[in-house]
């Protein structure tokens, strides 16, 4: 009997997740594999494979040519490897756009405020953006501030309090807001009401 020799390539996905925000995705896995004539890259080490030239790239050869280990300062940008120190809390007001009318269902089971569908982008040459959507689920006029946490790999990056205006009650609002700088490697953001909303007298 003769023994089947089977090989599977390795499939590394990349994805980043945090407060169901993804900020980057890439559209298919990425496949390494050495290819003929090329050394294989050790189990561990990140790398792709060019599949017209067979070149495999790693974060050691990236900016070199092929054969020859690239110079430190030539080497690939490791986002893992990003040491942020800020210690301040950015604070900053949102901008906001009312979206229209919800129920009033504020209760025991029902939150007054709820925060959904965020979405983490990079405005270039700028700052990271976020934009959410703010419900008031209550029959009266709040102003909430937000605590939201930029962070890389689950490190944080940045604090940033948000202040929201006034939202009248039983009414859907979009905030857009700013987070680091786009030179700053961040793949996520969780938000919270951060202290209870202002009640605004009518």
């Not at 040491?83 to 950015?90: D, E, L």
């Not at 976020?130 to 939201?148: E, H, I, K, R």
Request: aromatic share 6%.
């Amino acid at each position: 009997m003769t023994a089947k020799l089977f090989v599977l390539p390795l499939v590394v996905t990349v994805s980043f997740i945090a407060a169901s925000v993804q900020a980057q995705q890439p559209s298919a896995p990425v496949t390494s594999a050495a290819g003929p004539g090329y050394q294989a890259v050790p189990s561990g080490v990140p790398s792709f494979r060019d599949p017209k030239t067979g070149q495999v790239w790693t974060p050691d050869n990236v900016g070199g040519v092929a054969g020859n280990p690239a110079l430190p300062q030539d080497r690939a940008f490791n986002p893992a490897g990003q040491a942020v120190t800020n210690p301040q809390v950015y604070q900053q007001k949102a901008q906001m756009h009312v979206i229209g009318a919800v129920p009033i269902t504020a209760g025991p089971t029902v939150p007054l405020l709820v925060i959904d569908n965020p979405s983490l982008t990079v405005k270039a040459g700028g700052r990271w953006q976020v934009v959410l959507y703010l419900q008031n689920n209550s029959g009266s006029t709040l102003a909430p501030g937000l605590d939201c946490r930029f962070t890389n790999g689950g490190k944080p990056v940045l604090t940033s309090y948000v202040g929201v205006p006034p939202v009248a009650g039983g009414m859907r609002v979009g905030l857009t807001f700013v987070g680091p700088p786009s030179d700053i490697f961040v793949d996520s953001v969780a938000c919270g009401v951060a202290r209870e909303a202002e009640l605004i007298r009518n």
